[in-house]
């Protein structure tokens, strides 16, 4: 995250304020539920880092913020447990969740089996035109040097990659892992800093995997991609260990 923007935003705040309460703006709710735009008001803020792991989510403040009601908010809240950024503790209330390794593990176990089970699917003209379509958004959103867009593009491509099982029931699964994993990418994307150099940090695996997924050689397009995520799962990992390790040290 920006420290000079964190910083102005510091300033800006009065005394005793959340990230929450400094980053939110009253929302115009007009073509989804105000549960589901203060969920995604709520996700954005988690996922640019202003509102940081174990951090309170007070409801009457976030309320009054965006200008909905509690309940909205509470429900809100509920969709964020499910897609697991939140999770409630006792005498405190819902929280934002903190990276484990445990969790990033089973997200890309899961990931692991949809796709590489995925991407040997039958070439078809809709299933060639939808992962060339994917990887040309990926190339807009790189062109914009925000994580959070490049994140967003790389998880649609993938998403891509598992609609060529033609279930709709898996893709909605898959679907509903996305914001995780999207979570612990954008740790990976900040730490490295992968929009200063995303040609070679995002683009050239993901023109890889396009390609060997188009090739026909299904055992090549399945090795490409068991590669590509067991890179990035490993080096989240070392990420989140050092990270863990500073907390014990403290």
Known sequence: MDDGRSERSAAA?????????RAMAPLSLQRTSAAEQAADHLTALILDGTLGPGERLR??????????????????????????????????????????????????RTRLHLEVLAVGAARSPERIAALEGAFEALVAAAGTGQAREIVAADMAFHAAIVAGLGSA??????????????????????????????????????????DTALSGDVEGARAALTEHLHENHQRIRQILAATEADARER
């Not at 809100?76 to 445990?102: C, D, F, K, N, W």
């Not at 893709?171 to 996305?178: G, K, P, Q, R």
């Not at 740790?187 to 992968?194: G, K, Y």
């Open 13 to 21: 705040a009065p005394q005793g304020a959340t990230g929450a309460d």
């Open 169 to 210: 029931r898996i893709s909605a699964f898959f679907a509903s892992l996305t914001t995780e994993l999207g979570y612990y990418l954008l740790i990976l994307s900040h730490t490295d800093d992968e929009p200063g150099h995303v040609d070679e940090a995002v683009l050239a695996h993901h023109r890889h995997l396009l």
């Open 59 to 108: 409801e009457s403040a976030i309320a009054e913020s965006l200008g909905i009601s509690r309940n909205s908010v509470r429900e809100g809240i509920r969709l964020l447990e499910q897609g697991r950024l939140v999770r409630y503790e006792m005498h405190r209330g819902a929280v934002v969740v903190t990276p484990s390794i445990a969790e990033l593990d089973d997200l890309f």
